[in-house]
Every structure is written in C-alpha cells, then in structure tokens.
C-alpha cells in the first residue's frame, strides 16, 4: 500500500512558476512509476507527466518545453516544476504512481493560473 500526498498548488499568474510535491509513504516509491495528472474544471482527468522506475519521462505536448517531471527515490518525493504558466494549465494536479495493474492515486492540489 502506497499513500500519496500532493502539496504546492497555488494561485498564480500568466508567466509564473510553480512546483508541486508528492511525498510517498508506506513502501519505497522507487519500485514504481510515477506520473502527474490534472482535470480542469468540468473536463476528464488527462495525463501531464510520466517518469519510469528508469528515469525515462514523457509529457503531454501542451507542457513539452514547459514542464518537468523528477523524482527523489531516497526521499520517497516526486516534483512537477512548472514554468510559464498559462490559464489553461488550471486544474487540480494528482500525483500517481502505478506498477503492472496496481495504481495508487493521492487526493490532489488545486493549481490556479490567472491575472
């Protein structure tokens, strides 16, 4: 059993930057993948970032260039650092972490991008 917790969201304005933690406990989170997702308002849950027990990322084409996905193994932490904020980015941010079928999802941190 994995037990997640996000933190860092914030209001922000258009231009800024942000970075969101996911503190993992209950087993070492190095045997996972990890990945942030985010659902905006009234809209389904999508994928932003993803990073492999590897090291290997991927990144939705909308945060390419802009986001960054890292993960501290020995602190059992994941970060989402993002930069050049846009009003679109607005959502709440869940952090995740999966291996073969099993998944484990924490309760998310609300990001909000406006002027």
């Known amino acids: 059993q994995v037990q997640l917790v996000e933190s860092g969201g914030d209001l922000v304005q258009p231009g800024g930057s942000l970075r969101l933690s996911c503190a993992a406990s209950g087993r070492i989170l190095s045997i996972y993948h990890v990945a942030w997702y985010r659902q905006p308002p009234g809209k389904q849950r999508e994928s932003v970032a993803a990073m492999t027990t590897g090291g290997s990322t991927n990144y939705a084409n909308s945060v390419k260039g802009r986001f960054t996905i890292s993960r501290d193994n020995a602190k059992n932490l994941v970060y989402l650092q993002m930069n050049n904020l846009k009003p679109e980015d607005t959502a709440m941010y869940y952090c995740?972490?999966?291996?073969?079928?099993?998944?484990?999802w924490g309760q998310g941190t609300q990001v909000t991008v406006s002027s």
């Open positions: 995740n972490a999966y291996v073969g079928t099993t998944e484990y």
